[in-house]
């Protein structure tokens, strides 16, 4: 182990090469590891540390376990005018995902807005990542999936029959910073659980329940209990929609068939991700909606706030604004991180961060 | 004033003709008058009790008051393969977004997916009215409109900046009811504040909040507060998206432009909603999606419940349940509805219920 494992923070290149060799000694195609790794980078650059180079070890497990197929033939099952699925022949979500997204987009270039959705797909990092290229061409994009464990039960179930199926929604702005919802539709991510237990802190009420309807506080008895949906039912009916239209509407696993990938190594996800993207030039000229919306969001920045609120954030504003500093100043990694990934990095035989 | 105005139940036919009288009488053409009135008692029928008859009185008023156009130009200002936009021309919405699915369903057929946005459309009643129509032809619709009042500030904000904005998605399924999401994106809709004070009791807390960010539980003070999103600063992230895709992106009114149809009866509304239709059969056999859907209803509803948890419901399915009930037996309408429309009837001068 060298000591530039431990130096920090680290920049977005830096990072990239080490997540690319890692996926690669792994068995990736160089060009694949590459690809897989910018986008993790990118994930921690905006901050998703939840998503990104944190899930290294688990990617790595599953592709020496044979989980993941390293060269897939990711194709196009059926298509129209506006709308395809894929079969991501149980490649890297990442890979598939991008895939879709620039399938997506010619589309929406095209027909005015274009869905692809994806089956045989995997685990594809933050939904906010593909909602990114979209927004950069002047386009809406909406991104669906499929979570890879399920956390939730149905509305007044204790049964875990859904994940925390989350949605993302990008949209571009003129000057202002994009407007990007990066959401699960629980209250609280499972990541946020574990962090809580990590760090010795109780839960506040709302974030989970136990097997009897009462309030969850503990972190450690995680096991014991589900998270809670957001706005109760119809945050239950939300992750219902989204696991519809992510997994069922393109043949990928839902509700039962979910595998949990954390504890099942080796047996095909069959994830199933959605993406729309709507072309702003077929609605309007792109720079009066653009106008609109900076005018908007200054609108709601600038509005009255609550007592003790310091400033009202549009969504992705403080993502936007992380990804700024840290391409500048480097992406803080934290500590327990660093050495996950010094200890990797032996284990490979690669060279370290 | 007529003894059958008080009978309760009401039949649908009956309920829908004397609507029809209504808007006839105030100025729609009878075609018109007829379809707006058939939408109207289909929310009545469906349980939206908050979005049929009980607008009659105030959609009266704004026709008579010159604030809806009654013989509106709806047509297409842009469009391409799956998408356009139409301009309802300040008719009403039910009219306009009629046409919007239509339009959507068409395009679905061709492309795969259809999307319609609609400008100067009007407040069209629940959002659930207008996925039904897609998914008795396999296909899955989703809605979103802009409110049309402001109830919610951004997340930490003291202004009302946003509305309820509300989504409706539609997914047909084989043998079980199809599911049906129709949701606000704040906790409570108004109407149920307004429900709370007519009935003099406390709102729960999380329903709302006053000037100052504490719990608000009395209703009669609704004035003084705001209504808070489901989630925290998700629901203020999804009514902000929901706003943007049906508002800002068609050049609706979203923001400071939204009117209170509420306290104005006659400034255009300029109200905006989307509909997005996809097509089974583009993405697979329908029968095959439909059967795996109704799998997991099954599922769902047949697993384990919290104590004292007497059923598990899918979304839609009390309201499905109801549509069935109120068909064969009638619609229970409240008795100071009943007394509003025999009040209206007489002030018209047309025909009681």
Redesign the interface.
């Known amino acids: 182990m060298t000591s530039r494992s431990e130096s920090n923070p680290v920049s977005f290149d830096r990072l990239q090469a080490f997540l690319s060799r890692g996926l690669e000694h792994a068995g990736l195609p160089a060009e694949d590891a590459g690809r897989v790794a910018t986008l993790m980078a990118t994930a921690d650059l905006q901050g998703s540390d939840g998503h990104g180079a944190i899930r290294l070890p688990q990617y790595v497990k599953r592709i020496r376990a044979g989980g993941i197929n390293t060269r897939p033939d990711i194709h196009v099952v059926?298509?129209?005018?506006?709308?395809a699925?894929i079969d991501g022949d149980n490649g890297m979500g990442h890979l598939v995902m991008s895939q879709a997204v620039d399938l997506a987009m010619e589309?929406a270039r095209?027909?005015?807005?274009?869905?692809v959705?994806a089956r045989n797909s995997n685990h594809a990092g933050p939904a906010s990542l593909y909602v990114r290229k979209p927004v950069e061409h002047d386009m809406?994009a909406l991104y669906f999936a499929v979570g890879n464990a399920n956390h939730l039960?149905?509305?007044?179930?204790?049964?875990m029959?859904l994940s925390t199926n989350p949605i993302a929604?990008g949209?571009p702005a003129g000057d202002e910073p994009p407007?990007v919802?990066d959401?699960a539709t629980t209250?609280a991510a499972y990541g946020k659980v574990k962090a809580k237990a990590k760090r010795g802190e109780q839960m506040p009420e709302g974030w989970m329940?136990d097997?009897?309807?009462q309030p969850l506080l503990d972190p450690k008895r995680a096991d014991e209990g589900f998270l809670l949906p957001?706005?109760n039912?119809?945050?239950?009916?939300?992750a219902?929609?989204v696991g519809?239209?992510a997994g069922?509407?393109?043949?990928a696993a839902?509700?039962?068939d979910v595998v949990d990938f954390n504890h099942d190594h080796t047996t095909p996800t069959n994830t199933g991700q959605s993406v729309?993207v709507?072309d702003?030039a077929?609605?309007?000229e792109p720079s009066v909606?653009k106008a609109?919306?900076d005018h908007?969001i200054r609108?709601?920045?600038n509005?009255?706030?609550?007592?003790?609120?310091e400033?009202?954030?549009?969504?992705g504003e403080q993502s936007f604004g992380k990804r700024r500093e840290y391409a500048e100043r480097g992406i803080p990694l934290a500590a327990g991180l660093v050495k996950d990934l010094a200890a990797l990095a032996e284990e490979l035989g690669i060279e370290p961060l």
Chains 1, 2 share one sequence.
């Open positions: 059926t298509e129209r005018a506006a709308m699925v589309k095209n027909a005015g807005i274009g869905w959705g809406i039960p149905p509305w007044g179930g204790a049964e029959l929604v949209v407007v919802l959401m209250v329940i097997r009897q309807g957001i706005g039912h119809k945050g239950y009916g939300l219902l929609i519809l239209l069922t509407l393109n043949g839902m509700g039962r729309l709507l702003l077929a609605f309007a909606f609109a919306l908007l609108d709601l920045r509005s009255e706030r609550l007592p003790g609120v400033r009202i954030w549009l969504p």
